[in-house]
């Protein structure tokens, strides 16, 4: 059964880089029937999906911020990672990772970020 494990800052300043990195077992994130997803929640709203790596290393994005984010990978560590620019106080949020099969949902536990000088 693959599992997701977010790392990452958990206090970052305004206006600089977030980085997160998801890491996966029990499976390679180069098998060709995973997308694996960037999720997030901020305070009392909603969840939002930010974009998805897929196994074959190409993206997807949502519009509303795509011009601050990019997803990379490092398939000899099986991680895939999201950075987002010029972070505001409007991007704290609880971040997943995620990845959807057959026989359900995968998430990984989430990782509070906060963006405050």
């Known amino acids: 059964q693959v599992q997701l494990q977010e790392s990452g800052p958990g206090l970052v300043k305004p206006s600089q880089t977030l980085s997160l990195t998801c890491t996966v077992s029990g499976d390679s994130i180069t098998n060709n029937i995973y997308a694996w997803s960037w999720i997030r929640q901020p305070p009392g709203k909603g969840l939002e999906w930010m974009g998805v790596?897929?196994?074959?290393?190409?993206?997807s994005i949502s519009p509303s911020l795509k011009s601050r984010t990019s997803f990379s990978r490092d398939t000899s560590k099986n991680q895939f990672s999201l950075h987002l620019s010029a972070v505001t106080p409007e991007d704290t949020a609880v971040y997943y990772c995620a990845t959807k099969l057959g026989s359900g949902d995968y998430w990984g536990q989430g990782t509070q970020v906060t963006v405050s000088s």
């Open positions: 790596i897929r196994y074959d290393g190409t993206t």
